[in-house]
């Protein structure tokens, strides 16, 4: 049964620093497009940034580029997100999945449950 899990959210102070995982198991696409999305409370979805198979082509939303870092490691089958310099607005539950093709306009067809972010001092 195919499953994303997501980990390393929690509570963080303005400026500091978090590492998203998302672990994936029961199916292996190291050519899959995956990406990160998240949802601030009272919001809607709002997409962070993609990443391609091979981990050389990425995407980041204006609001998060320069600050956040998407990676892989597919021979983990697990995804990343290293956040810096973390805002307040940056607070929100934090999903990731899986594209259905080759670009970050895909639709996604797996998703984790989220792991929750809080940026508050």
């Known amino acids: 049964q195919a499953q994303l899990v997501e980990s390393g959210g929690g509570l963080v102070q303005p400026g500091g620093s978090l590492r998203l995982s998302c672990k994936a198991s029961?199916?292996?696409?190291?050519?899959?497009?995956m990406t990160w999305v998240r949802q601030a409370p009272g919001k809607g979805l709002e997409w962070v940034s993609a990443?391609?198979?091979?981990?050389?082509?990425?995407y980041y939303a204006n609001p998060v580029k320069g600050r956040f870092t998407i990676s892989r490691d597919s021979a983990e089958n697990t995804l990343f997100l290293q956040m810096d310099s973390l805002k307040p607005e940056d607070t929100a539950l934090y999903y990731c999945?899986?594209?259905?093709?080759?670009?970050?306009?895909?639709?996604?067809?797996?998703w984790g449950n989220g792991t929750l972010v809080t940026v508050s001092s």
């Open positions: 999945a899986k594209l259905t093709g080759s670009g970050r306009n895909y639709p996604a067809d797996y």
């Open positions: 029961g199916f292996t696409c190291s050519n899959c497009w």
């Open positions: 990443i391609n198979g091979a981990g050389h082509v990425v």
